[in-house]
Structures are given as C-alpha cells and as structure tokens.
C-alpha cells in the first residue's frame, strides 16, 4: 500500500514553544498507539475522521472535585508533532519486519495540523464523565496523541488537585509553600509537581529550577546540617555588620548578639536558662551572610529552652541595626504546643524590650505535613503562619493516580458507544458540547452535556437535567448564568479562532477563583455532596438507543 506524501506543514500551524520536559516527544508512548496506528494504514482507513474524549471516572482523594492541568503541555506537545529519522528507524525495528515501507513514509509526512482540540480552561474546577479535552482528526494521528495527552493532564490534574485541597484546609490566611523536590519521583515528578502545587494555590516553592522554568517565588533557609555545622562562637572570624541604613557599622555583631541574650537570660519575664552555644553561633553567622532575610530553623537542639531564644537574641540584635528577622521554623515535635510557647516568647520579647511587632514574628512548620496533620492543627489550637509540605503532596500519596481514559466517541460521524458491564465504564457516545449551569445563589448547580448541534442551554430556560444512566435521577434547572466549558485551543485546519493560552499565574488565579465559587457542601473533607453531571434529554435516549443496538442479545437454553 502506498500513500501520497502528507499535505500537512509545519507553517499552517502557530509558533508554540516545545514541552517542558524534552522527553516528552511522540515516542512517549504506547507500543500498541503504533501498531494501531499501522493497522489503520494498513486497512486503508488512518484518514478517517474521529473524535476522541478524554475525561476521567471518579473525584481523586475521597473528594468531590477535580482541577483540570496540563492543557499547556498538551498544546506544546502537539504544536511540535514531528517525529525524526531516528524516531522513525527506531519504530522500523521496534514494529514486525512484515510491516510495509510506505507506512514509515506516510509517519515522516505527519504532525498534528489536521487535528483539533476543544478544552476546558486550564485551573478550572472539573468532574467525572464531562470531557476535559475533545481531540478530532485522522484517526491514525490522533492514536497517537491518546497515550501523551493521558500522561500529561493524568498527574497535572492529580497534584494541582492535591494542593487545592491543601489550601482548603489551611485557610486562605496562611503562606503554602511546596518542600517536595527531594521526595518527588524523579525530575519531572519534581518540577511539575512545584508547577502543579503553585497552580493549585501554594504561594513559593524550594525548586530554583521550578523557579526559573515558570517563575514560581521561590523561598528557602537552612537545614540542620548549617546548625549543627558550628561548634562555638569563636569560628565567626568576620564579625562587622553594617546598620540597614548603612550609616553605622557594628564592628562585632557576635558580642552585640551575646549581649541580647544575656538580656533575655537576666529578664524574670522570660525565664530562660543557658542555651546551646554552636546553635546561636550558627544562628549568628546565617544573620551575617542573611540580614534581611534571617529566618531559623529552631529545633535541633531544643526549641523553647534553646533554639528560640537564641533565635531571639539574633534578630533583637539585627533589629538593633535597623533590620527585621524573618522568623522561624519548626520542622519536629508537636507543632501545634511549640508553636504556641514560640509565640508566647515572642510576645514576652516585645513586651518586655518594647520591640513593635515582635509578638508577630512568623512561624513556619514542616515534617511530612498533610491534609490530616493540618486539618488536626487547626482543631488543636496553633500559632504556625507558613507551612512547608512536601512528600505527601508531591507523590500524591493518598491516591497513586487520577485514573484519565481516551475513548472513541465518532468516526466517519458515525457515534462510537464503549460498554461494559460496569456502569461507571460506559462512554457518553457522539461529539458533545458541555455547559455550566449557575443558581440564583451564583454556585454552579450541574454540569450538563448535549450532542453538539442540540441549542445551546439558556439562562431562565427550564431545563431538564438527566443522569446519563439511571432512568430515576433527573431534576428542572432553571439557569441564572449558563458557561460553556470546551473551547477551540487548537483549530488544526478548521481555521475556527483559537484560545491563547493563559499565563500560569492566570491559571493560579482561575483555579482559585473557581474554587472559592464552589458550594461550601462540595468542598469539605468529610462526606461532601457530589456534584451532579447530566446529560440533556436528547443525549440521553440516544445514549440507550445505541446501547441497545450495540449491546448483544443472550439466549436462554
């Protein structure tokens, strides 16, 4: 079988920069995406037009919610489709010998001009069975695309996820920041999970090259190895520190931090003993290199008896000069008490040298939070401004993944049902269109589906809203405000306007905005209200016709 060379090009499509990670290219992928693909050439039908939804079945992590991510590197994925020489050298060795020369030609000749994609915004709050992504084109390309796409939007999803949820329970008030570069599976696992993190509400990350990739803030100290480096004051060789102001210079800041902590030690309002000499001397040393930025990681020895009031005695010194100290972190204990007797301390220290707004000074806690630790946090009381999370919220460790599927719903605008005897796995069949519909409170109230060329939903209209599959599930919606949610985020050849891709700090922004819109009954932790998604009536008695159609008939014997 032969083919004409492909009258597809590069320069029908827009400039878009290539994936993040460079190994995302076409041979991440599936063997059977090739042999498929080969077996439509074969058959003389890689032409022909389909459509393919990817969508997911159930809410991650007990919840009620997803947050859609990952449309960004899909659009760059397919934005620069190509595969090389040795991408294709490659696919001849790995496919059968029987497999026909003009297949490998008609791969040199491919890239994704002809295909379309319609999304849901990136950021936005999304739920099972509504399709994240409508992907149409040759089928045998758009094969191609399923495995990519999946891995993309499948851990994006998960994780951005992960950290909204993270946010919820914390509270708008508190500083988030991700901790988890050094637990993540591997680079990529790390880089985009301080993507997905800072999109999903976290406000810095530990990851500098997460901070140059995408501009995230970045935010870091020392760690205990820095403390416990020291063994006394005397390895301080280079002692002077200039005022804030530059006008004076204190020729030893050591003796000016030691006389702070006798201070303290002498005050009966504080009632503190000796403190761990190489403690303050490390302490000392990081406020010379760092003056305005000191913040102390306090618990390697003690926290109350030593590591804040060495703390203390170092940032009344700077203050002294005209600085201000960050604050502190706890990363050990029981956060929720050394908190709270850190800020006891702190507020002691204010009242007892009148230092304005020492009492106010932040507490930053880490050691493998999660979702349950911070949740326990705020129910026993605590003084802790920031939190530092990592392992549990990188390796999303309460579910492994997000469980996204890729299924064939047209071709030849011919409907394509997939059936199985669990319900859940049965596929919403034909090109769709979904929408949005909102109460006169401003929450959304349901997602609905339609075929694509039924009227769209509109606002005051009475519409009937039906679970795909359970006959009984309906209800009226009276809409207030009606969102469509797929849009044109790659037209490929249909010359149909394209969507720009927001920035990641407009995702952010999206994400947390749509959050905030949810109803408060959807969002809580423990048994929270799902969240209905319908199909129209037109839609849902073709879903059934077809069912019956494709679906075998037994015989009892």
């Not at 032969?2 to 992928?29: I, Q, R, W, Y």
């Not at 800072?198 to 870091?220: C, E, H, W």
């Amino acid at each position: 079988m032969k083919d004409k060379p492909e009258s597809n090009s590069h320069s029908k499509v827009p400039a878009v920069p290539g994936p993040t990670n460079p190994m995302v290219t076409p041979l991440l992928n599936d063997l059977y995406q090739f042999t498929m693909s080969y077996a439509y050439w074969r058959a003389g039908k890689h032409q022909e037009h389909a459509v393919f939804d990817l969508y997911f079945r159930k809410n991650p992590f007990g919840g009620e919610y997803t947050v859609f991510a990952g449309l960004d590197e899909c659009i760059r994925f397919i934005a620069n489709f190509k595969l090389t020489e040795d991408d294709i050298c490659f696919i001849r060795k790995t496919l059968p010998p029987s497999c026909e020369d003009g297949f490998f030609e008609y791969l040199r000749g491919i890239d994704c001009s002809d295909v379309e994609v319609h999304a849901i915004t990136e950021g936005s709050v999304v739920f099972p069975k509504v399709p994240l992504l409508r992907i149409e084109g040759p089928v045998a390309v758009v094969q191609l695309l399923e495995t990519p796409f999946v891995n993309l939007v499948n851990y994006a999803s998960l994780v951005t996820t992960n950290a909204a949820r993270h946010r919820f329970v914390a509270g708008k008030s508190k500083l988030l920041l991700e901790f988890g570069l050094r637990r993540a599976q591997g680079p990529d696992g790390g880089i985009g999970a301080s993507k997905y993190c800072y999109m999903g509400g976290f406000d810095a990350t530990s990851n500098v090259a997460a901070g140059k990739l995408f501009g995230i803030p970045l935010r870091g100290t020392h760690s205990h190895a820095f403390v416990s480096s020291f063994m006394s004051p005397e390895e301080i060789v280079h002692t002077p520190l200039c005022s804030f102001d530059g006008s004076t210079t204190c020729e030893d800041f050591v003796a000016l931090v030691q006389s702070w902590l006798e201070k303290i030690q002498r005050s009966k309002l504080l009632s503190v003993g000796d403190t761990n000499q190489s403690e303050l001397a490390a302490f000392t040393s990081y406020a010379l290199a760092f003056p305005n930025d000191f913040l102390a990681l306090v618990d390697t020895y003690d926290v109350a008896r030593s590591g804040v009031p060495n703390f203390c005695a170092v940032a009344l010194a700077l203050h002294e000069l005209g600085y201000k100290a960050a604050g502190i972190r706890l990363d050990s204990g029981d956060l929720a008490y050394l908190s709270g007797e850190a800020r006891k301390i702190f507020c002691q220290v204010e009242k007892e040298f009148k230092v304005a707004g020492f009492g106010k000074m932040t507490i930053t806690a880490s050691n493998d939070l999660n979702e349950e630790t911070l949740e326990a946090l705020n129910k026993q009381g605590h003084e802790v401004d920031t939190f530092g999370i990592g392992t549990y919220l990188v390796t999303c460790y309460a579910q492994a993944a997000l469980g996204c599927v890729f299924k064939l719903v047209e071709i030849k605008n011919q409907p394509r049902i997939k059936l199985s005897e669990d319900v859940s796995k049965v596929s919403i069949p034909c090109k769709k269109r979904s929408y949005r519909l909102y109460g006169k409170e401003g929450y959304p109230l349901v997602d609905i589906i339609t075929g694509e060329n039924e009227p769209s939903p509109k606002v005051g209209e009475r519409i009937l809203c039906r679970h795909p599959f359970i006959e009984s599930k309906r209800a009226y919606v009276v809409p207030q405000h009606v969102e469509e949610l797929l849009k044109c985020y790659w037209p490929g050849a249909s010359g149909k306007p394209r969507e720009e891709l927001p920035s990641l700090g407009d995702i952010r922004d999206r994400c947390i905005k749509q959050l905030e819109q949810m109803r408060p009954d959807h969002m809580r932790k423990l048994n929270p209200t799902p969240y209905k998604v319908s199909v129209s009536t037109r839609l849902y008695e073709f879903i059934h016709s077809l069912w019956l159609n494709e679906a075998p008939v037994g015989e009892l014997q």
